[in-house]
Structures are given as C-alpha cells and as structure tokens.
C-alpha cells in the first residue's frame, strides 16, 4: 500500500520538480494514516521525519518498521539506503522546536535552490536548515530587492537574506535569537561569495530589537516568526496570534513609504487581525506562494502588506 501510494506520488512530483529545475522538494508527508511520516528530498539524500504516535509497537518491531519504509523509500527513488536521514518529532502548530538540537555531531551537506547553495543538516537538528515551503517567496523576495534596504527578522538561518543579495539588495539586516542559526546564516552568505560591508548579522531577541530601530530604515521585510516561543534569552513569551498585530505594525513603522512586508505564520488557526494593523494595503499571498509539492498539504499563511 505504502509503496504504491510513494511510487504515484514520486512519480508525479519528480517531474514537476525536474521541468522546474528543483532538487530539493517534498515528496510525501502522511498521505495514508498507516504510514505517519514526511519525507523530502535533498538531492542525493532522503530526509524522513516520523510523527510521533503510539504505534503500539515496542522497540523492535518500530525498528523493523523503520527499516522497511527506508527499504520502500529506497526502492521507489533509486536512494541508496545509507542516504536516508530519519527523525522523530512531534506534529506541531508553527516551527516552535526550530532551535531544539538532538545531537552535538555535525551531519552538513550542501544543496543548491535556483542556483544558489545553502548549508543543510539532516541529522543533527528537528529542522534541517531549509524550509522547503518558502521557495517561491525566496524568490519573490529576491525578485524584488534591488538597491533596497532589507531586513530578516526571525531569519532561521537566513536563506531569504541569501536570495536578497543575489538579488542585489543594497543592505540586509538578518536578525535571529540563535547565535548558532545566525552563525550558519553568515556561513549561507559566505558560500555564495555574496557577502559584503552592507550586508550584517545580529543575534538578538526581535521584538525587542525592532522597537529600537529609527522610522523608515528599511525598504522591505521578511518576517517568518514561530507561533510560539519562550526561550530564556527572549524578554517576553511570543504568542503569534497574540502578537502579531504589535510586530506587524512595529514592521510598519520602520518601514519606508511604499515599503513592503512579507509576513507568515504556521499557526494552523491564525487569524490576521486587519481593523487593528496600521496599513489597508494587505494581500492574502497564501495560495500565490504554496510550492507544488506542499498543494493541500500547507498549513502556513503568508501576507503581502505594503506601507
């Protein structure tokens, strides 16, 4: 049953994937209920994500499962099985365990999207450096940073700053918590010889930072928070439905006159709350930026507000 279901599926988005010149994508993520797991495809590597359940199945019987869906996965892409990357995580709202590391070895290899290169780690954290989902705003955002100011808030490890300099932003500002994703960020930008005077990197709480930029710093925004965080280094606990309305307008605000904001959530039952943001410029951009390979099975919003 699993085999079949993989074998259509594979079948149809490896040529999507191939007419778009895509290597990195999604292939499948828990179409049939028997088989719990999110499976995606980085270049010559299999990263499978197992939802946690109770299966039911003690220690050796969940082993051999494993062993068998990598088999099938093998089977069906042509990856050797020593190329597959199995996780075990919990099936969440938004991206709250982005920052959560399971091991201390470094698994890294290097992918390519549109022709630049970005770090990736399959092993070693619940997230592997590359949010698939994201690729067609990547692209919107380097379609349209030309001479302008930029500033990624909550930049993971900075790949739409990557796409901002290719697409010869003037500045970019990438801003995140981690001192490690903004470590690999400066490592994305330096891979692709992109890096330069103009272009800067902080770690630091967002919601505290953007409250101290001056007014009209920057010319467009990219702002993909989690849905929920409390980490220690953080003045406050972020509640996205919550506080949204707070960090869009403090976006706005620093925003130049006609500027943009690329705003996304994953929290499944967001509501944007429009009467209180500061602009009636909005554009629900959802549908516009859903990959082919996350059709019917994307559960993030993303809005377009301009100043």
């Known amino acids: 049953m699993f085999h079949n279901r993989l074998t259509k599926v594979y079948r149809h988005r490896s040529k999507q994937a191939q007419k778009q010149g895509i290597s990195c994508y999604r292939i499948y993520d828990h179409d049939l209920p028997e088989f719990p797991v999110c499976i995606e495809l980085y270049e010559a590597h299999i990263y499978i994500a197992e939802y946690k359940r109770n299966h039911g199945m003690d220690e050796t019987l969940h082993g051999q499962w494993i062993k068998q869906t990598i088999e099938v996965i093998a089977a069906v892409t042509g990856i050797a ?6 996780k075990l995580r919990q099936r969440k709202a938004g991206r709250q365990g982005q920052y959560q590391k399971t091991d201390i070895t470094q698994h890294e290899i290097i992918v390519q999207e549109h022709g630049l290169k970005f770090i990736v780690n399959l092993e070693d954290y619940l997230d592997t450096g590359l949010f698939l989902d994201h690729r067609i705003t990547r692209k919107m955002v380097m ?18 700053s990557v796409y901002a300099a290719a697409g010869r ?6 801003v995140d918590l981690s001192h490690t994703y903004t470590q690999w960020a400066e490592r994305n930008m330096q891979l692709n010889a992109l890096e330069q005077p103009g272009y800067s990197f902080v770690q630091a709480d967002v919601l505290q930072y953007i409250k101290e930029v001056p007014a009209n710093t920057y010319d467009l925004i990219v702002m993909d928070p989690p849905t ?6 953080m003045d406050d606990i972020l509640d996205i439905q919550r506080d949204h309305v707070s960090l869009v307008n403090d976006c706005l605000r620093i925003l130049s006159p006609g500027g943009i904001l690329y705003f996304s959530t994953n929290a499944r039952k967001f509501m944007l709350d429009r009467d209180r943001l500061q602009t009636g410029h909005i554009k629900d951009i959802t549908r516009a930026t859903t990959p082919f390979d996350f059709e019917g099975k994307l559960f993030r919003w993303c809005y377009k507000l301009e100043k």
Do not use: C, D, Q, W
């Not at 099985?81 to 199995?86: F, Y």
């Not at 379609?143 to 490890?157: D, M």
């Open 143 to 160: 379609e349209e940073s030309a001479g302008k100011r930029v500033l990624n808030l909550f930049a993971y490890t900075g790949s739409f």
């Open 81 to 86: 099985p020593e190329k597959a990357h199995v």
């Open 169 to 174: 932003a003037a500045a970019i500002t990438t």
């Open 228 to 233: 929920f965080s409390n980490s220690k280094r």
